[in-house]
């Protein structure tokens, strides 16, 4: 079970976003954060909990261990408009978070 | 490049079936665990099921269990989940995904996905 928080968050351009996700146990650094926006496929954003994927634009962060994680996008842009979605895949179930959606305000 | 394209989606009856494929290109497929993720109508992504890169063994979400089957044609490069005794709640888009289980755990790259519609 992975709980994900808030389900929506809206922000102005170059503001700091946060989103939070909780495992309903202790699965260390094994998490993936993912990008989807509309109509398209997700696209991996950070894995091991903190490291950020090639190509990956540096404003994108993650941390935390354990239970408990948090993706941070600092100076939102446009571009960021997106559901968020978390993933535990330290065993099966490699579930997913619920999702959260970022809009602009 | 590495392309993923998914077919076989359909309506189908409930208690029907389906069999969905996804042909591989542009990288090892024998190489490499893939899975199948689904995305209902403006719902969110729920992981479905994974095989490991010869085929030996295949893990499902409670949801699918005993009604889905994966799949891999290695010699083929296609990757295929049989959709068996499906539900309403089976309605989704259908992802098939290259899955990197022995490093990253990440699902790098996915397909375009195919819809299966389940409705009397």
């Known amino acids: 079970q992975m709980t994900q928080s808030p389900s929506s968050v809206s922000g102005s351009v170059g503001d700091r976003v946060t989103i939070t996700c909780r495992a309903s146990e202790d699965i260390g650094n094994w998490l993936v954060w993912y990008q989807q926006k509309p109509g398209k496929a997700p696209v991996v954003l950070i894995y091991g909990a903190t490291t950020l994927q090639g190509g990956v634009p540096s404003r994108f962060s993650g941390s935390g261990s354990g239970r408990d994680f948090i993706l941070s996008i600092n100076s939102l842009q446009p571009e960021d408009i997106a559901t968020y979605y978390c993933q535990r895949v330290n065993d099966f179930p490699v579930t997913f978070g619920g999702g959260t959606k970022v809009e602009i305000k | 490049e590495v392309q993923l394209l998914e077919s076989g989606g359909d309506l189908a009856q409930p208690g029907g079936s389906l069999r969905l494929s996804c042909a591989a290109s542009g990288f090892t497929f024998s190489s490499y665990a893939m899975n199948w993720v689904r995305q209902a109508p403006g719902k969110g992504l729920e992981w479905v099921s994974t095989?490991?890169?010869?085929?030996?063994?295949?893990y499902y979400a409670d949801s699918v269990k005993g009604r889905f089957t994966m799949s891999r044609d290695n010699s083929k490069g296609t990757l295929y989940l049989q959709l068996s005794r499906l539900r309403a709640e089976d309605t989704a888009v259908y992802y098939c995904?290259?899955?990197?289980?022995?490093?990253?755990?990440?699902?790098?790259?996915w397909g375009q996905g195919t819809l299966v519609t389940v409705s009397s």
């Open positions: 095989i490991t890169s010869s085929g030996d063994r295949t």
């Open positions: 995904a290259q899955y990197r289980g022995s490093s990253t755990r990440t699902s790098d790259y």
